[in-house]
């Protein structure tokens, strides 16, 4: 298991990862070719995991650009669960500055998150159907999630292939699973969203629970109490 923070205002996020994470450095994997060097960098370049890393290549190259365009604090990549399953898995953390809820509903996390829940349901935002909540010490979570299906090859892709291969190629589809979680952050009105996400989602429920169960490991550490302050409430 490994730990990595994500340093938001304040508090700091940190998550308990298992499996093989790697950061991944936005500010340094600024193209397409720079991406698919670093996904064979770190997935390696065994035949049989040729066609997960022609999918982790195609969905980390456009989790890139979202995250770089909207100036994500972190990310990570999962390659393997465990030695020998390989599973590409996308964390991605944004704060949410100009989202911030009335200063009549104070600062506990269920009125924050009840808040949050409403303002999606005016917004009409996509997925809201999806809606599940789950908490941490400290912090109410709202889960929204989507499945997308996509052509396992984009038509540019097959434009020089073999025209029967191309036709098999095209017709097959994967499913993309994609979960934001939005946090409340602890003593305040501000969230904090961490989207998961992976280009094999043909088992989304199972998917789904592990990811819940990353954001149920992660936790908000707290500032350190003032020197000579009393521990007790």
Known sequence: MSEVAVEAATPELRFRLLGAWHPVLLNDLDSGPLVADFVDEVFGRRDEDSTLRALT?????????SARALHAKAMFLMTELR??????????????????MSPAIGVSPQAVVATLEKVFTELQRPHLDTAHRL?????????????????????EDLR???????AEAGAVSIR???ADYWYTVPGSKQVLLVNLSTPVGDIPHVLLGFFDSIVEASYFELPAAP???SAEA
Do not use: C, M, N, W
């Not at 020089?160 to 191309?166: F, G």
């Open 160 to 166: 020089e292939a073999p025209e029967e291969l191309a």
């Open 227 to 229: 020197s000579g302050a």
């Open 83 to 100: 030695p020998g399953t390989p599973l590409p898995v996308t964390l991605t953390v944004f704060e949410q500055p100009d989202l911030r």
């Open 57 to 65: 290549r195609r969905d980390l190259t456009e989790a890139v650009a």
């Open 135 to 155: 908490q941490i010490p400290g912090s109410a979570i709202l889960r929204l999630h989507s499945i997308e299906e996509q052509k396992l090859a984009h038509e």
């Open 176 to 178: 993309r699973l994609s």
